[in-house]
């Protein structure tokens, strides 16, 4: 059974930085694409970045390309988010998913999912 574990969340003001951390228990962590998206109150979760199998390929949004940072570690089943130069406009929960290709940008892409964490950024 895939369980995922989001870590890493917190309070930071404009322009720091934080790194997610999403761990995988289950036996599946290594054979599927990885996301991570978001939801702030009142909108639709939405697609941050995105991971092959492998990790040679990555995905973003427009908006934090160049920001964010997917990478993973299959060996430790570990999957990070490295985020800088936060915004306000950032601010969201933000969910692990796996189960999916890594390029899938819609929720239903993707079988699996953590609780999240909040990520609060203040200006």
């Known amino acids: 059974q895939v369980q995922l574990v989001e870590s890493g969340g917190g309070s930071v003001q404009a322009g720091g930085s934080l790194r997610l951390s999403c761990a995988d228990s289950?036996?599946?962590?290594?054979?599927?694409?990885m996301g991570w998206f978001r939801q702030a109150p009142g909108k639709e979760r939405e697609f941050v970045a995105g991971i092959t199998r492998s990790g040679a390929n990555t995905y973003y949004q427009d908006s934090v390309k160049g920001r964010f940072t997917i990478s993973r570690d299959n060996a430790k089943e570990l999957v990070y988010l490295q985020m800088n130069r936060l915004n306000p406009e950032d601010t969201a929960v933000y969910y692990c998913a796996a189960g999916g290709t890594g390029w899938g940008r819609r929720p239903d892409d993707y079988a699996y999912w953590g609780q999240g964490t909040q990520v609060t950024v203040s200006s």
């Open positions: 289950g036996p599946k962590f290594s054979r599927s694409g």
